[in-house]
Every structure is written in structure tokens, then in C-alpha cells.
């Protein structure tokens, strides 16, 4: 197993600072929607940065950390699984059919399933135990194209009643509710329409009978505007971990 390097005292301070900042800012959405902080996951966005950020959030209190790409995600898992074995892993970034063994076997969550190809594949790749462990189904939540975006990835509004009732179905999943990823917009107002969408759409969901509990939705630049529309997982990178270097180049 990969070392991890304990981070030093000043980034551990810089970090706890980030993460109060974050908190107190669900919180203030939370209260402001008359809803319990308590109802909103906090989940770390920490693609980009290495298992020593990881580790250092963890040290913080944080549990809950989310990545976009199989193979960085994988290594920071195996990474840290041994020493920090109660965090817990989403997976938020495109999946191409070849990755989901990976995703399925060391993720708890899933956040971008946006065909039913992937949620079978991930169906039947769910181990049924890990270290000698029962797994629990892997978590999954519908990725939905709620701003409509030509080359945006995610299930069209109209599919996904029909798409969800398929995944429900899947032995190996869980399918806890919907995600969705729209484009930047300017002011609170406009940042709460699409999320407004989303949430209706999981009321149509809800109505037709499928239990679902997770609206994912809200950034570092929108998550009030999510919270305030029903968000329960925030998925929070930069103002977290600072702004991330360009993956290429
Ligand atoms: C990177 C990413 C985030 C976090 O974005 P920030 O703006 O850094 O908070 C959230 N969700 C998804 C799907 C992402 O790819």
C-alpha cells in the first residue's frame, strides 16, 4: 500500500478553516429554506488533489469524499481504505462502460448513471462483499441534463421516469434519487431554476411510487441556491480544496 504523508499543521488549519466555511454556509441556506443542516451532506470534492488532501479533510472530521475519474479515485481509495476505512466514496464523474468493474467494486456511491447499459453493467459487477464484508448495494443516484445542454452528460427530463423505474429494479443498485450538473448561472435566481426542475422531477418520480430520499445538486458556486430548492448531498470541490490546476496541460 501507497504511504500517505500526515499533512503538516498549517494545511490541517487551512482546511479546517475551508470546511467550517462551507458548513456555515449550508447552514445559513438550510435555515434561510426553514430546513435541518442536518438533512444536507456535505460531500467533498477532491478530484485533482491527492490522498495526503484527502487524508487532511478526513483529519477534520469529513467522511464523505467524491471523484470524477476511476483510476485517481481507485488509487486514493487504496491509498487510505486500510487507514481510514469509514469513509465513504462517490463516484460524480462520466462513466464509460469499460470503468464500471472499478467503480463497482471499491465505490459506495454513484451519482452519474445516466443509462441503463451502465447501471446493468454496475448491477452486475457489485460484488456481494468486500474484505470479507457484506456490501451493501451500490448506492446510485440519475444523472439528469436539466439545463438541456447539447453536450452535456445525463438523461433527458423526458427519459427519466421510465429510466428510473429500470435502475429500481437492478439487484445491485440502489437507486437513491436524482443529480444533476447545470450550467453556471449569474444570480440566485436563475442558479434555482434548474434545481427547482430537478426536484419536481423527483416529486413526478415519488408520486409514481419509486422511494427515493437523495436530490445531488449544488457546487461551490451554487450551493445555496440548492439548498434553498431541496438539495441533500451538496458536492463541494474548490472552496474545499482551493482551486484546482487544469487537468491537461
Ligand atoms: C468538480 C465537480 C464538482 C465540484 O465543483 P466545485 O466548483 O469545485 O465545487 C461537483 N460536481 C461535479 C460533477 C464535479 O465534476
Request: glycine letters at 6%; hydrophobic letters at 45%.
Amino acid at each position: 500500500m501507497p504511504a500517505v504523508r500526515s499533512p503538516p499543521a498549517d494545511s490541517l488549519r487551512v482546511s479546517r478553516a475551508r470546511l467550517e466555511q462551507v458548513r456555515l454556509r449550508i447552514a445559513e441556506a438550510a435555515r434561510a429554506a426553514a430546513r435541518d443542516p442536518a438533512e444536507v451532506l456535505l460531500l467533498a470534492v477532491s478530484k485533482t488533489f491527492d490522498a495526503a488532501a484527502v487524508a487532511g479533510m478526513a483529519a477534520c472530521g469529513q467522511t464523505d469524499f467524491g471523484e470524477n475519474y476511476v483510476q485517481e479515485g481507485v488509487a486514493k481509495i487504496d491509498a487510505l481504505r486500510a487507514r481510514r476505512p469509514q469513509l465513504c466514496w462517490h463516484f460524480i464523474g462520466p462513466l464509460q462502460s469499460n470503468k464500471t468493474r472499478d467503480v463497482a467494486r471499491h465505490f459506495d456511491w454513484v451519482h452519474s448513471v445516466d443509462r441503463l447499459s451502465v447501471a446493468q453493467r454496475l448491477s452486475a459487477q457489485r460484488p456481494a462483499e468486500r474484505d470479507g464484508m457484506p456490501l451493501p448495494p451500490l448506492q446510485v443516484c440519475l444523472q439528469v441534463n436539466i439545463s438541456a445542454e447539447p453536450t452535456k452528460s445525463g438523461a433527458e427530463p423526458r427519459q427519466v421516469l421510465q429510466l428510473a423505474r429500470e435502475i429500481a429494479a437492478l439487484p445491485g443498485l440502489r437507486l437513491r434519487g436524482l443529480m444533476c450538473v447545470p450550467a453556471p448561472a449569474a444570480t440566485l435566481a436563475a442558479q434555482r431554476q434548474p434545481f427547482a426542475r430537478l426536484r419536481q422531477l423527483q416529486r413526478e418520480l415519488i408520486d409514481d411510487g419509486l422511494r427515493l430520499d437523495t436530490l445531488s445538486m449544488g457546487m461551490s458556486a451554487d450551493l445555496e441556491a440548492a439548498v434553498l430548492e431541496g438539495a441533500t448531498i451538496v458536492r463541494v470541490g474548490s472552496a474545499l480544496f482551493g482551486e484546482r490546476a487544469p487537468r491537461h496541460g
